[in-house]
T-cell receptor
Framework: GAVVSQHPSWVICKSGTSVKIECRSLDFQATTMFWYRQFPKQSLMLMATSNEGSKATYEQGVEKDKFLINHASLTLSTLTVTSAHPEDSSFYIC????????????FGPGTRLLVL | GQNIDQPTEMTATEGAIVQINCTYQTSGFNGLFWYQQHAGEAPTFLSYNVLDGLEEKGRFSSFLSRSKGYSYLLLKELQMKDSASYLCAVMDSNYQLIWGAGTKLIIKP
């Protein structure tokens, strides 16, 4: 089956630093990638949708200047949390849609971010 | 607005059967998904229904009625490892997933 990887799986950083999370589709071309955030005991919250080669579409309430998304190729999207603060600590999960198959959405294993 | 409803928590006994219901109201419909999520892990795909009826896949089955805006996930021969959250999600007319809050399933011996 389709595989999506995320790196790193765990990151601890100091407040004020920036953190980059990578999301890769390993065996298919992902024309669309999604970034989610999940706080403990809550459901997934979509942060943004990114299409290869174009700007990401952010959900209401998500700051695009704080959560920078780059989808430079059909297999890689990155999320950069800029000037991270403790309230940004969360579980960040990406998913990828295979080109031409809108019903698909394959999830990465997630990245747990802890900002001290 | 768009809305997905599912119970917050359910408890069942090992070896038994449990049915998790999901009702939805969305702008358009391009299929309904069920995902399993263990604590601290990303969701894993269980099923996808786009036509009415029952889809069976081993111990898990998923049912859809589009006219009623209703689905259920049926888990048979429950095992302790089935303890997890089960997420119902509907793909709307823009192919965006609308997520339910998830049902936490607790399996007791």
């Amino acid at each position: 089956g389709a595989v999506v990887s995320q790196h790193p799986s765990w990151v601890i950083c100091k407040s004020g630093t920036s953190v980059k999370i990578e999301c890769r589709s390993l065996d298919f071309q992902a024309t669309t990638m999604f970034w989610y955030r999940q706080f403990p005991k809550q459901s997934l919250m979509l942060m943004a949708t990114s299409n290869e080669g174009s700007k990401a579409t952010y959900e209401q309430g998500v700051e695009k200047d704080k959560f920078l998304i780059n989808h430079a190729s059909l297999t890689l999207s990155t999320l950069t949390v800029t000037s991270a603060h403790p309230e940004d600590s969360s579980f960040y999960i990406c998913s990828a849609r295979e080109g031409g198959r809108e019903e698909t959405q394959y999830f990465g294993p997630g990245t747990r971010l802890l900002v001290l | 607005g768009q809305n997905i409803d599912q119970p917050t928590e359910m408890t069942a006994t090992e070896g038994a059967i449990v049915q998790i219901n999901c009702t939805y109201q969305t702008s358009g419909f391009n299929g309904l998904f069920w995902y399993q999520q263990h604590a601290g892990e990303a969701p894993t795909f269980l099923s996808y229904n786009v036509l009415d009826g029952l889809e069976e896949k081993g111990r898990f089955s998923s049912f859809l009625s589009r006219s009623k805006g209703y689905s259920y996930l049926l888990l048979k021969e429950l095992q302790m490892k089935d303890s997890a959250s089960y997420l119902c999600a509907v793909m709307d007319s823009n192919y965006q997933l609308i997520w339910g809050a998830g049902t936490k399933l607790i399996i007791k011996p």
